[in-house]
């Protein structure tokens, strides 16, 4: 029986999850998500056009492949409606390509608003959340209240559907004082569930597990990063879903022993989007070098991205976390132009060094650099990782050495031609 690869990001989300998945599908039939909901913009460009996913697999512009919005994943009708769309507009058939978990939870308009209402009161603790209804859906999930997809072929939908907006509006009102209006986005909320209703809403882990025994090869497409998830990453600034590999067990309905190989994407430096800690954030004019030419701006929300130098602490919880059996390094062309690229090897935390990734990070975590002279020049042609500069392959041998885990893909441009497969 074949078993389920998996590609997820090993920080804070933006590893370049989307161009990796698109450069990977050719291997594979299935692409499925297993968690998250639109709070994801994985990013592709190919043909000189650029195209941001949300909700659907990155797998949709392969022709012959089956998109699977695992159970694990929450939807909101309108976002979907819209990538839908686009995606047609531009001669892709989703139809054919897309099915759907019955057991998928639904984001309401008022879980929007409950997003933005908790945010609010928060003040000046608020997560940064993407403000797309994630985590109060994610709420109602494990509270036993939520709606599902397969319950929008129920004649009783929109009884169910009034009973938990009910709900919404009453705390909305009484614990947040919150005003708003949802009539027109509930409106393209309805629209967005008739287009679904379109779409095969099934069982989809008796259809994954079907693939597999038929040695279909199938890749599980994560969201959002390991160091935003919920039980490891750095609470309480993370999502409200197990973005590591354990995950697509609970997110697709299949056992352990059917993962295969999890391959964990990084992007040579850090970035983070929203609040909470990263130790190796850089506020001076690297930082801001390392955004303008990485084009650090959310894809989701447009909002700057905070940048930093790779943090190999983080990086190699993460790893252990996931069990990444092969390591995906992104953006390295980012770093062509400098002369000194650093590497945090370890914390110091009241004048002691830790090399392990602790339960909080307060300002007075410190991080301990290592500095690695800049290859200084352009990579982008680059095809083979011989050609690559002496200083560049440091850098990854030492990164190889230190996780243990060998990089099998190098990207150096956006481009899916700028990859190199080693
Ligand atoms: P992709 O899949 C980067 C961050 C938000 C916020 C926190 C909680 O594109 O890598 P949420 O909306 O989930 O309640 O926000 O998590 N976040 C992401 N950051 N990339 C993402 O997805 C993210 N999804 C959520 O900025 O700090
Ligand atoms: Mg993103």
């Known amino acids: 029986m074949k078993k389920i690869d998996v590609v997820l990001g090993l920080q804070w989300g933006d590893e370049g999850k989307g161009k990796v998945v698109d450069v990977l599908t050719p291997r594979y039939n299935v692409i499925a998500r297993f968690q998250g909901g639109p709070n994801a913009g994985h990013s592709l460009h190919f043909n000189n056009k650029s195209y941001v996913l949300h909700t659907i697999p990155s797998g949709i512009f392969r022709d012959g492949t089956i998109n699977v919005i695992g159970n694990g994943v929450v939807v909101d009708p309108v976002i979907l409606a819209e990538e839908i769309h686009e995606l047609e507009a531009t001669g892709v058939d989703v139809l054919s390509k897309m099915i759907i978990s019955k057991r998928a939870h639904l984001i309401l308009p008022t879980h929007r608003m409950l997003d933005a209402a908790s945010e609010a009161a928060k003040g000046a603790g608020k997560i ?47 614990q947040y004082n919150f005003e708003y209006d949802i009539t027109e986005y509930e409106a393209k909320w309805m629209e967005g569930i008739e287009l679904l209703k379109k779409f095969p809403i099934v069982d989809t882990e008796i259809e994954v597990n079907k693939y597999l025994t038929e040695d279909k090869p199938i890749l599980a497409e994560g969201a959002q990063g390991s160091m935003l998830d919920v039980d490891f990453g750095t609470y309480p600034f993370v999502t409200s879903s197990n973005t590591l590999c354990s995950g697509v067990c609970t997110g697709l309905g299949v056992a352990p022993t059917r993962i295969g190989e999890v391959y964990g994407i990084f992007k040579a430096y850090c970035t983070r989007v929203g609040s909470g800690p990263f130790p190796t954030e850089l506020f001076d004019e690297t930082g801001e070098k390392l955004r303008q030419l990485g ?42 132009d400098f002369d000194t690229i650093k590497v945090c090897v370890g ?40 050609e690559l500069p002496a200083e560049f392959k440091e850098y990854v041998e030492y990164i190889e050495s230190e996780t243990g885990v060998s990089i099998g893909i190098i990207s150096l441009g956006p481009d899916r031609e700028e990859t190199i497969v080693r």
């Open 347 to 386: 914390y110091e935390v009241n004048g002691e060094r830790i090399d392990y990734f602790p339960f909080e990070v307060a300002d007075e975590v410190t991080p301990i650099y290592r500095e690695f002279k800049g290859w200084n020049c352009d990579t982008t042609k680059m095809r083979t990782y011989d």
């Open 128 to 174: 940064g959340s993407t403000l797309k209804g994630i985590g109060p859906t994610y709420m109602d999930k494990t509270g036993r209240n939520g709606l599902r997809m397969g319950d929008v072929l129920s004649p009783a939908f929109l009884e169910r559907y009034n009973a938990l907006k009910a709900k919404h509006d009453e705390i909305l009102r009484l």
């Open 295 to 336: 084009h650090e701006f959310g894809a989701t929300t447009g909002r700057p991205r905070r940048c930093g130098w790779l943090d190999m602490v983080a990086l190699k919880y993460a790893v252990m976390m996931n069990g990444v059996t092969s390591l995906i390094m992104m953006k390295s062309d980012i770093l062509n």
